[in-house]
Every structure is written in structure tokens, then in C-alpha cells.
């Protein structure tokens, strides 16, 4: 079941992952003899630095296509055959819990500009509600005054 299984998978894969796959095996599917080398072996989506010059070398792969990797893996169902990467869905749920939504004015006790109507709507709402509840007292002082006359306060 182990090999034939994932044979089987690999078979409905794109050749673009079917390639990656190739070159990049993951390590849930490797033998325990290989896991070893592969653990060391570096990660083709994060910068390494080389072990005799000491200098820096980019990814394998650039964070663009990377995106286009973790898309077309998460379409197929294989997503965390993937090595780690900073585009993959974890990775992008984990920062959107830990940032929030970066947009000006979400934060506690802020609100988004939008248009003045939909700024003054709740406390407009609240005047005529708290206008409807005085009501009653109003209409009494009104039949008492004799119908405007003496009116001070005239409602708006």
C-alpha cells in the first residue's frame, strides 16, 4: 500500500508538481535510510548558506512561484507534502491570527472612515428612538399648553 499508494497519487499530479516532486521528495515518503540525507539537504523555498565559501545562496525557488506551488498542491490535495514555506496556508492563517487585518482604523476602538450617512446612522438611530420614548410626555405637554400656545420648545 505504501509505494503503490503514492504512485497512484503522483499519477493525477501535473507535471509541474509531478517535477518538483521528483527533484524534492518529500520525507513522508522517503525509506528511513534516506531520510536521513534528505533532512540535510536544504529547503529549496528558504535562503542557505553554503558550507565551504560560508556565502549565501537565494532560493530555489522565488516567493511567486512558490505561491504557485503551495495553489497548485493545495488544488490536488498534497499541500503538506510540500516543504515549509511562508505561502503556504498554515503559514497564512498563523500570520493573519497573530497580525490581524491590516487595514487603517480596525483597531479596538477605531472604525474605517466610510461615508458620513453610514458614520451618523447609529446615532441617529439612537436621537430617534430616545425621541419616540419621550413621546407620550411630549403630547401630554402639548394638549396641557393648549395646543402650541405657550410653546417654548418646539420639536424639530
Known amino acids: 500500500m505504501f509505494p503503490r499508494h503514492y504512485i497512484k497519487l503522483a499519477e493525477g499530479l501535473p507535471p509541474r508538481l509531478t517535477r518538483f516532486f521528483a527533484r524534492y521528495p518529500p520525507q513522508a515518503i522517503l525509506p528511513p535510510k534516506e531520510q536521513e540525507a534528505a533532512a540535510q539537504a536544504p529547503s529549496p523555498f528558504k535562503p542557505h548558506k553554503h558550507p565551504v565559501t560560508g556565502k549565501w545562496h537565494n532560493p530555489v525557488?522565488?516567493?511567486r512561484r512558490q505561491a504557485e506551488l503551495v495553489k497548485l498542491?493545495?488544488?490536488?490535495?498534497?499541500e503538506e507534502l510540500l516543504p515549509h514555506t511562508v505561502k503556504g496556508t498554515e503559514e497564512r492563517i498563523r500570520r493573519r491570527v497573530e497580525n490581524g487585518l491590516r487595514v487603517k482604523g480596525t483597531g479596538v476602538g477605531q472604525r474605517v472612515k466610510g461615508k458620513e450617512s453610514e458614520r451618523m446612522?447609529?446615532?441617529r438611530l439612537e436621537k430617534r428612538r430616545q425621541a419616540m420614548l419621550e413621546m407620550p410626555k411630549m403630547i401630554q405637554t402639548w394638549k396641557e399648553r393648549g395646543h402650541g400656545r405657550g410653546w417654548k420648545k418646539w420639536p424639530k
Open 61 to 63: 525557488f522565488s516567493l
Open 121 to 123: 446612522l447609529k446615532a
Open 73 to 78: 498542491a493545495r488544488q490536488h490535495g498534497v
